[in-house]
């Protein structure tokens, strides 16, 4: 058994194990996990969720592309929203967790046991949040394995081999996409697009990994290849070198495609595996990642083109 003044210290090793576990996921791959680029007008408007990527994404942390007054009032209002109350009226959790500690605590102080007898002591409190934390973070971990286990692989209507998108067209109701608005429009994605979508996911991140720039050039718009060419330069710098192969598309679908003048851009949710590791360019030693067993990472990748022509990637957000 162990001592009960060493039983905080022993879930806090348990919760920190946790937590290594859960940092293994892929994130040395291109864009080290961020979100950053450009998606027009909807820079900093996140896009709907999907089937693939259930949750909202995470917002643009980089970008050439500036807010405008508007997106900046109404994230200011939100904020404000978010905090009236005060602390403890805040919903979530911490909130709910918080009351709940200062409610034990009257009601010690209430019945002649002091404010923290409600609870014992300090360390009765500590190994509480301690204990709460690791129930919550195995129960995420077996919900989003459970989420992976059921989660469908969408396959397109040819029955091709690695097709994993759920097609979705956006503009099928006005009959195509020339019919659509001129500004601000849906857009209707077909098969080709797709295989656009899936070929560039699996070229640009071996483009990457080969520091193939002139590659990089031509798959993505000017502002996301410089933002490679900084986590490339990065990496000579460290003498390391971020190896990326056998990339796979797992499942997909559109979150959103619409048109800005002449120019198109198509947000695609994107569940896929890859082998991603740094090396010692000098050795070739792996200092980061997993050189033998493949890693999984959702993304919502956005990419843009002149009406007409080629898709290029203008932006990556973490799902």
């Known amino acids: 058994m162990i001592p009960r003044r060493y039983r905080p210290w022993t879930l806090f090793l348990a919760v920190f194990t946790v937590l290594a576990l859960v940092a293994t996921e892929v994130d040395a791959r291109g864009g080290r996990g961020f ?22 994404a995470a917002p643009i942390q980089r970008s050439t592309t500036q807010p405008s007054t508007a997106t900046t009032g109404q994230a200011a209002g939100r904020a404000a929203t978010t905090s009236s109350g005060g602390f403890l009226s805040r919903p979530g959790f911490l909130g709910g967790l918080a009351a709940g500690f200062v409610g034990a605590g ?56 690695g097709y994993n998108f759920e097609r979705t067209d956006y503009g099928a109701a006005s009959g195509s996409a020339s019919m659509a608005p001129a500004f601000d429009g849906e857009v209707a994605i077909e098969a080709a697009d797709y295989d656009a979508f899936e070929r560039l996911l699996s070229e640009i991140q071996v483009a990457f990994s080969n520091e193939d720039v002139e590659a990089l050039r031509q798959r993505t718009t000017p502002e996301m290849l410089g933002y490679f ?46 082998i991603d590791y740094v090396a010692d360019r000098a050795t070739g030693r792996v200092v980061d990642g997993d050189a033998t067993h493949r890693g999984e990472v959702t993304e919502l990748w956005t990419f843009r083109r002149a009406s007409g022509g080629q898709w290029l990637l203008s932006a990556i957000q973490q799902a």
């Open 35 to 56: 979100s950053f680029g450009s998606r027009g007008a909807r820079t900093y408007t996140p896009p709907p969720v999907t089937n693939t990527a259930p949750k909202a």
């Open 106 to 161: 009257l009601f010690g102080l209430l019945f002649g046991h002091g404010l923290a007898g409600g609870l014992g002591s300090l360390a009765s409190i500590l190994g509480l949040l301690l204990q709460i934390g690791l129930v919550l973070l195995v129960a995420r971990l077996i919900w989003n394995w459970w989420q992976r286990r059921n989660q469908p692989a969408y396959a397109g209507p040819s029955g091709q081999s």
């Open 229 to 274: 060419i900084e986590d490339m330069t990065d990496n000579t710098s460290h003498g390391v070198v971020n190896k990326i192969s056998d990339v796979k598309l797992e499942s997909g679908d559109l979150a959103e495609a619409w048109r800005e003048g002449h120019v198109e851009y198509a947000t695609v949710a994107m569940r896929y595996s890859l």
